[in-house]
């Protein structure tokens, strides 16, 4: 019997990038079919609303025929960013949210037990609480790691790439030669992991006074050296990675270079937007 195939792309548009995933379901079996990202320049959208549409639109346009894009699932966002994408020629689908896709994109083995989920991006960071797949709580914050990036550049004169291969690359490890780095980053740092502290213990306290039994960190921020021991650290909490296919079972297409384990960290919403499209 002949199985059509059939593709989902999800896609989401934050302040910094733009980012899909394209997934092929036929019978049983999901294949990555094409994923990719383009940056969008500083200031053209902030606090995810679009400040200089005509800079935006071309971009949008651009990203849609190099990747042979047509119809996309999006997250539930404000909707100047759904009529930007509708009018750059885009179907477009908003579905759920992005806490809810990253639920499904991490599926019930992600999280073990009660998770608080910590999804540091390059301008945001969000966080929820999750219990059996079930979002409890979710709340985020405008700071990630392009703050930290942004510090290192003032404090010691760095362009912006050699500033982020120092954010990720030293990050707040503690040692000798990365004493001057891992101290200024430090104090940025404590700010957000005080602010995950605080709303692990209101969290605690409003869902039956248990401690969780991990922390997920996906994002950006999973990739910044030293960040998840010290946030573990902080905590008293253990901390793991996410494993961003965990809510499906994905083989690679032969034709597709395979996405390394460090780009999943920062797909995670839109492999999840894709893997509930094909539910709907």
């Known amino acids: 019997m002949f199985l059509f195939a059939k593709n989902r792309t999800g896609l989401m548009l934050s302040d910094h990038m733009i980012r899909f ?4 379901m036929s019978g049983d079996k999901t294949t990555l079919a094409a994923f990719g990202e383009t940056s969008i320049p500083e200031g053209v959208i902030e606090n995810g609303k679009v400040t200089k549409r005509e800079v935006l639109l071309p971009i949008l346009k651009t990203f849609k ?4 894009l047509k119809e996309i699932y999006i997250p539930i966002q404000n909707r100047e960013i759904t009529d930007m994408l509708t009018q ?5 689908t908003p579905t759920i949210s992005e806490p809810e896709a990253l639920v499904v994109a991490l599926g019930g083995t992600g999280f073990p037990g009660r998770s608080l989920v910590v999804d540091m991006g390059m301008y945001k960071t969000g966080m929820m609480l999750v219990q059996d797949g079930e979002i409890l ?3 985020s914050l405008y700071f990630g790691v392009r703050g930290l990036e942004m510090i290192v550049e003032k404090m010691f004169g760095l362009s ?11 990050g707040i490890i503690d040692t000798p030669e990365n004493e001057r780095v891992s101290e200024v980053l430090l104090t940025a740092v404590s700010v957000i992991v005080a602010e995950i502290e605080k709303l692990h213990m209101e969290w605690m306290l409003e869902y039956s006074g248990e401690k969780v039994d991990a ?4 994002g950006e921020g999973a990739l910044v050296n030293g960040f998840a021991d010290y946030l ?5 909490v253990p901390v793991m990675r996410a494993d961003t296919w965990a809510g499906t079972t994905v083989r690679n297409d032969d034709t597709v270079p395979a996405m390394s384990y460090r780009d999943s960290l920062t797909y995670a919403v839109v492999i999840g937007l894709a893997q509930n499209a094909f539910l709907i």
């Open 232 to 236: 573990g650290l902080k905590i008293r």
């Open 160 to 170: 912006v790439s050699n500033a982020q291969t120092i954010v990720r690359e030293q």
């Open 65 to 68: 025929k190099t990747h042979s």
């Open 215 to 218: 922390i997920v960190l996906l």
């Open 137 to 139: 709580a979710s709340t």
């Open 88 to 92: 750059a020629g885009f179907a477009v």
């Open 21 to 24: 995933v394209t997934l092929r």
